[in-house]
């Protein structure tokens, strides 16, 4: 096969498939595969992917690697499986799966610092003002995120304006400065001390991995990570991920429901910080942890359209 022969509807079509822009004239969009193609290098063995849901109340992440059975291992021969069908190998083991609100985290931090004593008395009470993001910014990476080693880190793509809005609003400059504050520390971390930190740093437009996921069909992206979860696509490494996993499922399922004293039952969720009160968690966790197996998979498409393709 050869690009060259390919209408611009199939080009789009593969630029979609391999996580690319589809913007463009079919020559560009031509030379944007082949530099995708050429650039491709195998993920190691030891590949751990750090995914990334940006929120200041709903920061979630989760941790991926392939196993060597997963069809998204390089070494396997075979394509990558629709998510509905994935019932024997799974795609990737699950390390971790967290939610973190970091308004909270950081005003229990400046409670106990208060109670010590302390000459500063600017600014530092505001949580938005840059010393105290760039403090929270700093904290998460050194409490919650270097510590679980990742090799790769993918961080969902903020915008400035959302659902065509003419105005900017004052929250999203907020989320938009800890994108920032993340990607400056990370990158000043792997520049000083490789040794703590020297893996690969990357955004992910949450559009492309949504049109790759749904498409024109319009299933939303819980119903397909809830699929995976009941047919095995996930195998759950730990007793902290599977804790977060039947709390995930058990949100939904429970929503509203009433124990024997008239309290909602959230025991497990509890156990893992889920509210179940509301679906905003288990829409970040659904994003963070979908964006990394979509980032896979767009890896393996682009493997596979390297061997395929004649590039002569």
């Known amino acids: 096969m050869s690009l060259s022969n390919l209408s611009a509807k199939a080009l789009h079509r593969l630029a979609t498939h391999c996580g690319l822009s589809k913007n463009g004239t079919k020559a560009i969009l031509t030379a944007r595969l082949q530099s995708a193609a050429l650039n491709y290098s195998p993920l190691p063995p030891s590949a751990r992917i750090l995914s990334i849901d940006l929120g200041l109340r709903n920061f979630a992440f989760s941790l991926l690697t392939v196993p060597p059975s997963s069809p998204l291992n390089p070494s396997s021969p ?11 190998q799974p795609l990737v083991t699950l390390h971790a799966w967290r939610h973190i609100n970091l308004l ?5 931090e400046n409670k106990n610092e208060k109670e010590s004593p302390n000459t500063n008395d600017n600014d530092d009470d505001d949580p938005f003002a840059p010393p105290s993001m760039s403090h929270r910014a700093v904290s998460l990476i050194l409490q919650h995120l270097l510590p679980l080693n990742p090799t790769h880190i993918l961080i969902e793509r903020q915008r400035f304006r959302s659902g065509g809005q003419a105005a900017v609003q004052e929250w999203t400059l907020r989320v938009n400065t800890l994108e920032a504050m993340l990607y400056a520390s990370l990158a000043t971390i792997k520049a000083l001390n490789i040794k703590k930190w020297n893996g690969q740093l990357l955004a992910v437009p949450p559009s492309r991995v949504v049109k790759y996921l749904v498409g024109d069909e319009g299933v939303g992206e819980r119903l397909l990570l809830e699929r995976m979860l009941e047919a095995g696509g996930l195998e759950l490494a ?15 399922q429970k929503k509203g429901r009433k124990g024997k004293k008239g309290e909602e039952d959230v025991s497990v969720a509890e156990e893992v910080g889920l509210d179940t009160g509301t679906w905003t968690k288990r829409d970040d966790l659904t994003d963070c942890l979908l964006q990394g197996i979509v980032w896979l998979e767009w890896h393996r498409n682009v493997d596979e359209m390297k061997r395929t393709v004649d590039w002569s």
């Open 78 to 88: 075979k394509p990558s499986p629709n998510p509905k069908s994935t019932k024997k």
């Open 104 to 108: 909270e985290q950081q005003q229990k």
């Open 238 to 252: 730990s007793e902290e991920v599977r804790a977060m996993a039947t709390a995930f499922r058990e949100a939904g």
